[in-house]
């Protein structure tokens, strides 16, 4: 059994927290990255759980978005609010999946996550601009259960 404190170095969390800061310097769209051991639950029913949870349903223009990881399970999703859902192209979320998903199966979980949080951050730029009065309206720290 892996330890969640191993799975990502700190080093490596301070990399993708930056990643978060820089994309969201571009969107007001927010983006969080939750890491759990173990789920038994379908990884997309496990994720809405956690965006519940960390109440990232409640930002103004719906625009949150989760990569959410189970490390001992081998799962993860990636799910968006209905704001960024229904204007993204369809298939977007399972290109992300499967972009991480690549460097996931080399072993490569922080660049897999790096690249999840840049391509969301591309995605909310485009159609959530950052505004005047913009703030962070859910924590860039990666949660962890
Ligand atoms: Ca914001
Ligand atoms: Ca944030």
Redesign the pocket.
């Known amino acids: 059994m892996s330890k969640i404190e191993n799975f990502l170095t700190p080093k490596q969390e301070e990399f993708i927290i930056k990643a978060?800061e820089a994309a969201?310097n571009n969107t007001s769209g927010?983006?969080?990255v939750h890491i759990e051991k173990f789920t038994k639950k379908p990884p997309m029913d496990r994720a809405l759980e956690v965006f519940c949870f960390l109440k990232m349903n409640e930002t103004k223009l719906k625009n949150g978005v989760l990569i959410y990881v189970a490390i001992d399970s081998k799962k993860f999703a990636i799910i968006g609010d209905e704001g960024i859902d229904k204007v993204v192209s369809d298939n977007f979320w399972e290109k992300s999946k499967e972009l991480m998903l690549s460097n996931f199966k080399n072993g490569e979980y922080a660049k897999g996550i790096e690249i999840a949080v840049l391509e969301v951050g591309n995605q909310l730029k485009k159609y959530f601009p950052k505004q005047q009065n913009d703030r962070?309206?859910?924590?860039?720290e990666i949660s962890k259960s």
Do not use: A, C, G
């Open positions: 978060i969201e927010e983006i969080r962070d309206e859910l924590s860039n």
